[in-house]
């Protein structure tokens, strides 16, 4: 009999997966596949034997980026031949994982034609050169985007050639061996990699060996050890702001910076590397980013890889480890799949998992092959690097594409006087808002946040031509927003957003603790008068009191520093200031030419971080159109 630890590890094999589970290795997905937030490639062959790629997003911008390269290994055709992978785990924004993911394999590629061969001291110099590059990116960007300087990426990298398995890492990635370990053909899983975090007692050794005089080099923080009690990895390629004193400074955040300058980078970009010689007993490599190795032991993947078929067992291990996801939150995994990106991260990590065959079963390719995981819609950045007299690397980055701010086309036509009225009190739930309304706004957040979009109904209004009808049968105040829900309509923006966190299931708004809640609740108080103040500048009645209250929101943004956010996460008061916010800064800028965030890096990152989030974003307005409806309206009031 099937035991019960068994049957739940290897399920993902058993049970169906979503569009695509019946690919074969013959069908066309030579770029992969996208499913909603997962992208796939279910089959592929390599020089030894064929490999499978999944990613899965939870974060409002993929972080997770990787490779797979098939092929000459030299930029000379008589070089050797190799499989590389590349998994790079970012955190605090894409930028430097993507950076790493178009830049690390030519590096390498590069010194392996210097030294004609692959060597650990190729590995070491490819990294430390796309390092010195993406170091030379931040120094182009500090003054204009200085938030750069705290962006990095995990970088796990293995190259197969020649009979040898290099395995390098720098952070928290890991790479496990399926190996057969006795005659009875049972597999046993052999992590490959060291990782570099600083949860790991030698890993607090190896920095406080490294920087004797800095008592606070590692510190315990929430019960978590991380180094300077910012970053829990020790190694990686990035984090300026930890490798060189220059970008250590204003304005970078006070959250990044340290107090006493240093004179020698705190962490490290250079790799463990470790070589592994390739026996018959080896089968398989798994590749994955610590979003995997959260949920799943090194030998539970090993024994899905080992029980599964090749064919989109990547997939099948990135499905598992969502299972285990919804597991440990107590919820069906079909209802964690429904999870929008961005309120996803409250659940798991970006996982990208990679699976190696070492030996073919049917045949393996000379053909060069290069498959990039993941499935960005827009890449719009490309770059252009090379090397000082001085000797240092240097990196430019070009934008090729414009980037749309707002995408509007999908949403429906207001309901104007002309419309049929709607059926009230039919059993639905809906929330009857104007697309230009901030208040209304406000109920729109809080519901796309909720994940509530098949839930509650969205019901627009044009509020310069409404319905009769909106009056009579909806909400008698006639005003928006106004939420139908159990036979009565509900009104007033900021008891909606509370009604709605409280009455319906998705990730909590409320704040947990009793200090957050009393800071909450003084910052909910405080909007109308926040409004009322910005509105005086803009009108000419006081000059002042715009500078005021946007310093108020630059202190209270700095009360807790678990996040960017008011409260630290996210919660109802960032809901509840953001559609005046996106307002104000662009009418100030453009009538008054005031920027709001000059002088003020906690309202420059709070903006930032709103922007990443898919349930405000969608409900933004086009930034001309407002605008320009202002200034006709400032025009009409002065006819009066």
């Known amino acids: 009999m099937v035991s019960t ?13 979503g569009i695509g589970e019946d690919s074969s290795p013959g069908s066309d997905d030579t770029n992969g596949r996208l499913d909603g937030l997962l992208w796939y490639k279910d089959s592929g062959n390599h020089i030894t034997g064929e490999f499978s790629m999944a990613v899965v997003q939870a974060n409002n911008l993929l972080e997770d980026h990787s490779q797979l390269e098939s092929g000459p290994i030299s930029l000379h055709e008589s070089g050797p031949e190799a499989t590389f992978v590349g998994v790079y785990d970012g955190h605090g924004g894409p930028e430097a994982a993507r950076f790493v993911n178009d830049r690390l ?29 993406f170091l030379g990116l931040v120094q182009e960007q500090w003054k204009t985007k200085p938030q750069i300087a705290s962006v990095g990426a995990c970088c796990l990298v293995g190259i197969v050639c020649n009979g040898l398995l290099y395995v390098a890492n720098a952070g928290d990635s890991r790479v496990v061996l399926g190996k057969v370990a006795n005659p009875f053909k049972e597999l046993k899983a052999v992590q490959l990699s060291t990782e570099h975090n600083a949860s790991i007692e030698s890993v607090r050794e190896e920095l406080r060996l490294l920087h004797p005089d800095d008592p606070n080099i590692v510190v315990l923080k929430h019960k978590v050890w991380r180094v300077k009690g910012i970053i829990q990895v020790s190694r990686s390629i990035g984090d300026a702001y930890l490798k060189r004193a220059e970008f250590n400074q204003e304005p970078l955040l006070p959250k990044f910076r340290v107090p006493e300058r240093f004179e020698k980078p705190i962490m490290r970009a250079e790799p463990t590397i470790t070589v592994h010689k390739i026996h018959p007993e080896d089968q ?31 997939r099948k291990l990135v499905k598992a480890a969502l299972q285990e996801a919804a597991k440990k939150r107590e919820m069906r995994y079909s209802d964690l799949e429904k999870i929008e990106r961005g309120i996803r991260r409250h659940f798991h990590d970006d996982i990208t998992v990679i699976v190696v065959f070492l030996h073919a079963t049917n045949f393996a390719t000379r053909t060069p092959i290069s498959v990039k995981g993941g499935a960005e819609k827009v890449k719009a950045v490309r770059y252009e690097c090379g090397t000082e007299s001085s000797g240092r690397r240097w990196c430019k980055s070009r934008r090729t594409e414009p980037i749309l701010a707002v995408v509007e086309s999908s949403r429906v036509p207001e309901l104007d006087s002309s419309s049929e009225p709607v059926q009230v009190f039919d059993g639905s739930t809906r929330l009857y808002i104007s697309y230009t309304c901030p ?33 009579e049968k909806v909400y008698s105040a006639n005003k928006v927003p106004a ?21 319906f299931e998705g990730p909590s708004l409320t704040p947990d603790g009793l200090e957050k809640q009393v800071v909450a609740d003084e910052l909910l108080s405080y909007t109308d008068s926040f409004s009322k103040a ?13 500078d005021v209250a946007f310093d108020f929101i630059e202190q209270a943004l700095s009360k807790f520093n678990e996040g960017p956010f008011f409260l630290g996460q996210f919660s109802l008061v960032d809901v509840a200031y953001a559609p005046f916010i996106e307002r104000f800064r662009l009418i ?3 009538v008054m030419n005031v920027n709001i965030t ?42 009066l």
């Open 534 to 546: 910005v509105r005086s500048t803009l009108n000419g009645t006081d000059t002042n009191a715009a």
């Open 439 to 471: 208040f209304a706004q406000r109920a729109w957040i809080a519901r796309n946040y909720k994940g509530l979009q098949n839930k509650i109904e969205l019901v627009p209004i044009d509020l310069k031509n409404r319905p009769a009808w909106y009056k």
């Open 284 to 314: 398989f490599l798994i590749f994955a980013s610590d979003g995997l190795w959260e949920h799943l032991s090194n030998q539970e993947a090993v024994d899905i890889v080992n029980s599964c078929p090749r064919n989109g067992v990547a």
């Open 5 to 17: 630890t068994f049957r739940r590890i290897v399920s993902p094999c058993w049970r169906p997966f």
């Open 598 to 639: 000059s002088g003020r890096p906690n309202l420059a990152l709070w903006i930032q971080e709103m922007n990443k989030i898919e349930a405000y974003t969608e409900t933004r307005q086009d930034p001309q159109e407002l605008v320009e409806r202002y200034k006709r309206r400032v025009q009409a009031e002065a006819r």
């Open 588 to 590: 100030l800028s453009d």
């Open 105 to 133: 394999f030519y590096n390498i590629k590069r010194y392996t034609s210097e030294q004609r061969g692959m060597s650990p001291d190729v590995i070491t110099r490819g990294f430390v050169a796309t390092e010195e590059e």
């Open 483 to 503: 939420l139908e829900h159990n036979n009565r309509v509900l009104g007033e923006s900021l008891d909606l957003i509370k009604y709605i966190d409280t009455n």
